[in-house]
């Protein structure tokens, strides 16, 4: 164990008075020891982070910029718990003035470790953060309260903690009973374990750290050995996990904005159910989508059983902007919009149908009997999966097409895939399956088994299924409108106008003759 000791001026600020910050700087060889990187991926282990994917790219343009131009702005960092040998003096310092001027003292490992002590350490980390108690009730005096809809759509977030955790004890019983473990497996549980056990993460700047690092190994090259970069850090002492995620979260969110896509995957797989709700309320303020995130990752991680069988086609299914996920990901701006509508029933007008969404809100309410509330509880959620498996059925002729994306080739042959993944079409589908059951629930209610009911907050899937069988019978529609190439779609430019030629297409008995479907 070493200590690295820094000149840095220490001071607080009143947003939250038990935090240290602290002002300093390092050089970049010397920070890429202690600070870790905590880099989202798709795997069992990096799922779980926060950290944006490496821009190759980037880094070689970083790496140029510091042969001309400097980067005065300053890194971030978050200290754990424990990390600051030196943190009683520094508080000491504070009780007497707002600034203190000393010696930042980081306590860095430098024993060589092997892997299962590794494993061992970061087990230890996860099981303090998880609790013996996955399910602990909230303090009863602690401010926040959450409504029945909160308590829903906080799914155990504790399950991809719990899934690391699992997948990191396999790891090591095979290692250490001999079993197969491929070098880049080896290779990529030695760097996740790494990172996570080091003192500190970088927060903010790892595309400057990791280009300068490129800087710094090329004038090694060169012979020039005393070579170094200085970076200026702004540091948060004593930090959890949590405000770790939280400073990653605000940062981008308020200064250089990423995908909401990505931040909910933060969001939604990077803290535990406690951690979430502890701080959820600094989230909302700070404007970032958290009930978005919610509702997206519940999608994106429950099943609905119906007649003992799971179901769900939105399951690992959208698309986060991580990698490794799924090539057939549905959008995650066309899942927001459909469950916007569906949910909160708030569709946008169309020629076509108006708003349909306002009238289904009515038939909600007064015909199937249930609150807005308990709509957007837990119902509109079993509606809304079994739906979509039911237009999966209808709209794919093999299901492991799912939502593949259709493509073209130049002499228009057709390759595996459906329309049915557009945006412009997935609103479609399910506006015009409303907007059907508004303009004919007086008359279905009449046909035996075709009357939609809930009970206890679940719909009758198989009334469900008889309405969507007329709807498909009425409209003679099947997967070969969706499978089919299109003709002309690229000439409307505005999204309405591909929606009205769609609907055209679709509607009418001119749909084999219309210019946008070219039929079979």
Known sequence: MRINSYDAIFFKQPGNNNLILATFVVGVSDLVNWAGVPRKKYSDTEKILFQRPIDDSRLDKIKSHYSSCVTPNSLLVTFKEGSITNLGEIQDGLLAQNTYFGQLQVRVSDVDRNIVQDIDSVIESLNIRLGNNPHEEIDEESEIELTDTDEELIVDYKSYLSDTLTFLREFR????????????????????????????????????????????????????????????????????????????????????????????????????????VSFRNQLERSGAPVTEALIVNKLNSSMVEVDGVQINPFYNNIEHRVPGESETAIRYTTVTSLVRRLREFKGTTSAAFGRPYETYRNLVLNEFGLSEEAWQHDSWFKFFVYLWHLIEEAFTSDEELKYLPLKVDDNGNRENGTHLSLKVSMLFIQDHFINYINNSYSLLKQIPGHEITFVNGDVDYSALRSVFKQWIHQHGKGHDFFESPWKGLSKFRREPDKYEAINAAFGTVQSKRHGLFSGR
């Open 173 to 276: 019983a095979r290692i250490e009973t001999g079993g197969e473990v491929s070098e880049q497996e080896r290779e990529e549980i030695e760097t996740f374990c790494e990172d996570y056990l080091k003192p500190a993460f970088l927060v903010d700047g790892q595309h400057r750290t990791h280009g300068a690092l490129r800087k710094i190994y090329d004038e090694y090259a060169n012979g020039n050995a005393g070579y170094e970069i200085l970076m200026p850090i702004s540091a948060v002492i004593n930090a959890d996990w949590k405000e770790s995620v939280f400073q990653f979260v605000i940062i981008n969110q308020t200064s250089q904005k990423i995908d909401n896509k990505f931040l909910s995957s933060i969001i939604s797989t990077s803290l535990t159910d406690d951690e979430l």
